[in-house]
């Protein structure tokens, strides 16, 4: 093993440690006019989401950073791809998402979502060059007045960071 292997799953250990390191809370309530621009956008017309619910496919937009926001400095996804770009593993492609819906979204809740570390997996030999799969684990949560958090949706989102191949 290399000690940049052994630099990256170190920091990948630390970072796991912390388990749902961060969270972010959507800055607007699920709303009308966002999911009408949202169906727009996408070719998408449901009588049902014109009416008070959210496409469940919507989640993740609700927490999204936008333009002008960031995502929280613990953000793990965010804290392990620099830790690779920093190792030398600067390009980035995703490679597979994997979402679970437990109810649709109405309009007014305010949503939050969770971010954990879920695993790093190389070095591995792909068709791109040698890198590392890092995925992360999302929950979106409903929070009620009565202090109970429901969870409305998850995801687990996986990203390959590799070195380059170089092209003769």
Known sequence: MSERHDRIMAEAERIEVLGEASQSRAPYPVNQPTIGTWLDAMGYDNDRYRSGEAPPSMAQVWTMPGLGRRRPPEDPLSRMTEVLTQEGFTAVLGTNCEQSYERYLR??????????????????????????????????????????????ASMLFRVLKFIPKETP
């Open 107 to 152: 309009v007014g809740e305010e949503v939050r979502v969770t971010s954990a570390l879920d695993s790093v997996v190389g070095p591995k030999q792909t068709a791109m060059g040698e890198g590392y799969f890092v995925t992360s684990r999302n929950t979106w949560y409903v929070d009620h007045p009565d202090g109970r958090s429901e969870v409305v």
